[in-house]
């Protein structure tokens, strides 16, 4: 049985007249969407069987804009291809842009959402790059809350498990002329996912790549723009061919980051307090919501907060400043280098095992259970707050 809720006053308006010629475009407005239920729910696969990306839930978010209009009423409806023309300037011109963020399962229950508010200003920017339309994001959020609470039976309650979410936003203008897109669709659909490493805690391997450049001053590194991922693939297979999980990307000497993941070492320095290091935001690195977080985590202990596993007396230090891979090697061999780790939405933290550099292979300490002590405190204390499990700042939002 199909129900149709209409939460929208629309067609009145209409009919009074009151849109029969619109001044101006219309905003984003969550509340004029309208909700399609799915006539049949999928089977829900066990959490143990979750491959990520790979199932999709029984809805999706769909709202269109056009510069005449503006941006439509928004649906959510049976989760389903989009129609759109072969000349639309995402399929010919690249203007796709995305966002990665996930719905946990909260120990009442609720969803919940991990600082929603900075992947919403994150896919503003990255839109205005690629000069699609701006939308209140605001009114995003409410659609994704809208959208989450309706699939909320696909968050697996394990832990480690969430929801991923995919927002995206394309244009569609249906015409050949190099130009920007005046129009766009938005969507968001969803997948729930397990650990990022099925077979337990097992640090990635990287490859240290030289001959092709992820991202460089004045370009587009900075955005989460569908065009930085597909120059990366034939890399990522040539290293997956050498043995490597993923590709360590240099410009230079500089390390920037590590597969789609930010990159963090942690160094001892002469006074026995730890340097967490990671690259600074200079346009090459992608403004991760998981780096900042740990940035955070990092400068609230011990004064804060203790992290977990950690002592107090353990001072650790935050820097943002530039990497390059000959100093890791020489810290590496002065036995300073004690952990590198990668943090991103999908892996929250995952440890680095050994970086392949000029046919030789810089080896890290190994650890227990993988990680090492600064990267599992990160992810026990971010997966807590993500989780609902430890209150911090209002990171963890419940579900609308
Ligand atoms: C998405 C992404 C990250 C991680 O960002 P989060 O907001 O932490 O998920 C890091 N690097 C690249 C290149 C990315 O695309």
């Known amino acids: 049985m199909a129900i149709t809720q209409t939460f929208n006053d629309v067609n009145d308006d209409a009919r009074n007249g009151a849109y029969s010629t619109p001044a101006q475009p219309a905003e984003l407005d969550a509340s004029k969407v309208t909700i399609t239920v799915a006539r049949e729910f999928k089977p829900v696969p066990p959490a143990s069987e979750l491959v990520f990306g790979q199932v999709m839930t029984d809805h999706m978010m769909v709202v269109h804009y056009d510069p005449v209009n503006g941006w439509s009423a928004p649906e959510i409806k049976p989760y389903g291809p989009l129609s759109i023309d072969p000349a639309s300037s ?28 900075m ?3 994150r896919m503003q920017i990255s839109a205005a790059r690629v000069a699609l339309p701006p939308f209140d994001t605001a009114e995003l959020l409410k659609l994704i809350h809208k959208l989450v609470a309706l699939d909320a039976r696909w968050i697996p309650t394990v832990k480690g498990h969430s929801l991923y979410i995919r927002p995206t936003i394309i244009g569609t203008r249906d015409s050949l002329g190099v130009a920007a897109s005046d129009r766009a669709t938005l969507y968001v659909i969803l997948c729930p996912t397990g650990p990022f490493f099925r077979t337990g805690a097992r640090p990635v391997n990287l490859l240290a790549v030289h001959d092709h450049v992820r991202a460089w001053p004045g370009g587009t590194g900075g955005y989460k723009l569908a065009l930085n991922y597909a120059p990366t693939f034939k890399p990522q297979q040539h290293a997956a061919k050498l043995g490597y999980d993923q590709c360590l990307w240099l410009l230079g000497e500089k390390i920037t980051e590590a597969g789609a993941m930010n990159f963090f070492v942690v160094v001892r320095r002469d006074d ?18 998981t780096r900042a977080s740990t940035l955070d985590l990092i400068r609230a202990h011990p004064s804060r907060t203790t992290l977990p596993g950690l002592s107090p007396e353990t001072l650790l230090h935050a820097v943002e400043r530039e990497l390059t891979i000959s100093q890791l090697a020489a810290w590496a061999e002065e036995g300073r280098l004690l952990e590198a780790f990668t943090v991103g939405t999908a892996v929250v933290v995952a440890a680095v095992g050994r970086i392949g550099h000029d046919g030789k292979d810089i080896v890290l300490p190994a650890h227990e259970g993988a990680l090492g002590a600064v990267a599992r405190a990160l992810y026990e204390r971010i997966t807590d707050i993500q989780e609902g499990r430890f209150e911090w700042e209002n990171w963890s939002v419940p579900c609308a």
């Not at 996930?102 to 120990?107: L, Q, V």
């Not at 026995?272 to 919501?289: H, N, Q, S, W, Y």
Request: with cysteine; net charge negative.
């Open 119 to 121: 992947n919403m200003k």
């Open 90 to 117: 995402c399929l010919q011109y690249a203007t796709n842009v995305f966002e990665g963020m996930k719905a946990y399962a909260g120990p009442d229950g609720r969803p919940r959402l991990f600082r929603p508010d």
């Open 272 to 289: 026995g307090d730890l340097d967490v290091i990671t690259p600074p935001l200079d346009g090459t690195i992608l403004p991760g919501i």
